[in-house]
Nanobody, 126 residues
């Protein structure tokens, strides 16, 4: 399976971006999709995730009011709407995949995820 992330860029504080993660080459098993981010010198943290059926989602407390995650049932694309961006949101954003049950949104540990896309860079200027 391959993951293709897109949608990053440079935006001013208060702006918005929409990230997309498209999975291809899967073998028909159900999987959760997630977005992690990693800032320079920092660890990789979970931002948001969604189950295969799209009904169960997770968003981190640090971004809960500014992030909307969406995924259609059995869809291979995960969308992440980032609003009211702050300079501290500057990071590389990575999408990840975990094979799991259709209703499981994936979990917070990066070690649950077996496939990763290349990062898409988000830079927020003050």
């Amino acid at each position: 399976v391959q993951l293709q992330a897109s949608g990053g860029g440079l935006v001013q504080a208060g702006g918005a971006l929409r990230l997309s993660c498209a999975a291809s080459g899967d073998d028909g098993r159900s999987y959760a999709l997630a977005w992690f981010r990693q800032s320079p010198g920092g660890g990789r943290e979970l931002v948001a995730a969604a189950s295969w059926d799209g009904k169960n989602t997770f968003t981190s407390d640090s971004m809960k009011d500014r992030v909307t995650i969406s995924r259609k049932r059995a869809g291979n694309t995960l969308y992440l709407q980032l609003d009211s961006l702050k300079p501290e949101d500057t990071a590389d954003y990575y999408c990840a995949l975990r094979y799991t049950t259709p209703t499981n949104w994936g979990g917070t540990s990066r070690y649950f995820y077996v496939a990763w896309g290349r990062g898409t860079q988000v830079t927020v200027s003050s």
